[in-house]
């Protein structure tokens, strides 16, 4: 697949979104929140957890982008496929990410890339798709805590009962730009990443 090269700037560059796709039942139609974001006057990459590819059509987000999907960390040397981010959106984000990343537990690049997010100051929208019983746990509202205290925008979801497929009928993917329109979004004064 060919790949756009990275925006330089400047006034006709747009803002850069990465957006972070877990493992989750919903996460196949992640297409509905690059298209908005798109149609916002975003420019979109993916990164995905190594299980959230198996829950989207890669060759489908990387059309739909003009990037690769990242999931694994580049080799010394290798050039960055993406451009920095102007900020992220997260989503679905899943108990397991949620948890890690509030812990800096940097195990995937895509909870690395948030760990680092944060010292960069880059803004982050969070939506999180899980479950009640999942939810019930205490190391989730100690998470939610404590990504709130980094400045995290948490989405509205409320936790559905476990089902066998997975929950998720009231996910909100457009919630994601709303909560990151405040902060940061095309026609803003943005600053590119390192």
């Not at 929140?33 to 979109?44: C, F, M, N, P, T």
Request: proline fraction near 11%; aromatic fraction near 6%; charge should be negative.
């Amino acid at each position: 697949m060919e790949t756009r090269p990275a925006p330089v700037g400047g006034p006709e560059a747009k803002p850069f979104l990465y957006v972070v796709v877990c493992a989750a039942g919903v996460a196949g139609s992640v297409g509905r929140l690059i298209s908005a974001a798109q149609e916002g006057g975003w420019d979109v990459g993916a990164v995905a957890t190594p299980q959230g590819l198996g829950f989207i059509d890669q060759a489908a987000i990387e059309a739909q982008t003009g990037y690769p999907i990242r999931s694994a960390w580049r080799r010394p040397g290798e050039p960055r496929p993406l451009p920095p981010p102007d900020a992220i959106a997260v989503a679905p984000a899943t108990f397991n990410t949620i948890n890690k990343w509030a812990a800096g537990m940097s195990d995937t690049l895509a909870v690395g890339i948030l760990c680092e997010a944060y010292g960069m100051g880059i803004p982050i929208a969070a939506l999180p798709c899980l479950n009640r019983a999942q939810a019930a746990h205490p190391a989730y509202r100690e998470s939610l805590d404590r990504l709130r205290s980094m400045g995290v925008l948490l989405g509205s979801y409320a936790p559905d009962a476990p089902t066998p497929e997975g929950g998720g009928e009231a996910f909100r993917w457009e919630e994601a730009l709303e909560l990151l329109a405040p902060v940061v979004g095309p026609g803003r004064d943005v600053s590119r990443g390192t």
